[in-house]
């Protein structure tokens, strides 16, 4: 069974429709790459399934639950929020929090875990990317390779089912970005299930299980890395392939 389905999302903005009716299937322990040029709707289909942005239409069915895009209630969001993870483009942390505080706000406040073992997992997340030892440092004195990083940390340290990540790499330098895909490679290797939107075709080559190319508010094409990037059948895919190689 798949852990998350999405059915005909539609989305417009001012009559402006930016998604035309996407669906897509995530099993338990995917990578789906989102490939596309910029304006295709890749961080808007993100933020309609994390409820960030209200679908005009659609379903989303998670882990077994069909829940409608479209008048989903407050009570629902906040369930599959539990369950969910997102890492956007410009990490978003709090500028007035360390890195630790950053990681243990959404366990103490949404979650009522005790601050004492907020702060264990969370120095146990801040490991596994790597920031153990930033822990006390705030977002200004960290590079941004570094605070997407702890932005990693605290989406694991809820335990989500599924992480969403909008591009992830983009405000970054090579070097930064190394280190970060280097962290999501090795999440990817633990199993965890994951989306991510990216403009990093040689990661998604070698990463993803499903790649996924939109354009236009449609998804064009999709199938395992292996046919997408060595096999492209659709005009518009090869097009972006020939024109985003390096
Ligand atoms: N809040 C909004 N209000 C109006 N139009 C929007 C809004 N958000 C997105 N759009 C429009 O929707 C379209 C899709 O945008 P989206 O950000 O989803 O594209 P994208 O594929 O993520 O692009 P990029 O690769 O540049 O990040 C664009 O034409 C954009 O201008
Ligand atoms: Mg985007």
């Given at each position: ?10 989305k ?8 035309k ?11 789906v ?23 005009d239409?659609g379903e ?15 009570a629902?969001?906040?369930?599959i ?16 929090k360390?890195?630790i505080?950053?990681v ?21 997340v ?15 004195q ?5 605070q ?9 340290a809820?335990?989500p ?22 962290v ?18 040689s ?5 993803s ?13 999709e ?14 895919t ?9």
């Open positions: 069974m798949a852990l998350l389905e999405v059915k005909e999302i539609h417009a903005f001012e009559g402006n429709e930016v998604l009716g996407v669906n897509l299937t995530v099993n338990k322990g995917d990578v790459s989102v490939l596309g040029p910029s304006g295709s709707g890749k961080t808007t289909l993100l933020r309609c399934i994390n409820f960030l942005e209200s679908a239409k989303l069915i998670f882990d077994g639950s069909s829940y409608s895009l479209s008048q989903v209630t407050r629902q969001i906040a369930d929020r539990k369950r969910t993870g997102f890492v956007f483009q410009n990490y978003n942390l709090f500028a007035n360390t890195a505080n950053n243990t706000l959404g366990l103490t406040s949404a979650r009522k875990v005790p601050v004492k073992e907020a702060r264990q997992k969370a120095m146990e801040l490991a596994k990317v790597g920031m153990a030892e930033y822990a006390d440092y705030y977002p200004s960290l590079s941004g390779g570094q997407q990083r702890v932005a990693i940390a605290r989406a694991l809820t335990d089912e599924i992480i969403y990540f909008d591009e992830p790499t983009s405000a970054l330098d090579p070097q930064l970005t190394a280190e970060v895909l280097e999501m490679r090795k999440l990817a290797k633990d199993g965890m299930t994951m989306i991510v939107v990216t403009h990093e075709l990661f998604a080559k070698e990463v299980t499903h790649v996924v190319f939109m354009a236009g508010g449609k998804v064009v094409e199938g395992s890395a292996a046919e997408f990037f060595d096999n492209p059948k659709e005009t518009r090869k097009e972006f392939l020939r024109l985003t190689e390096k």
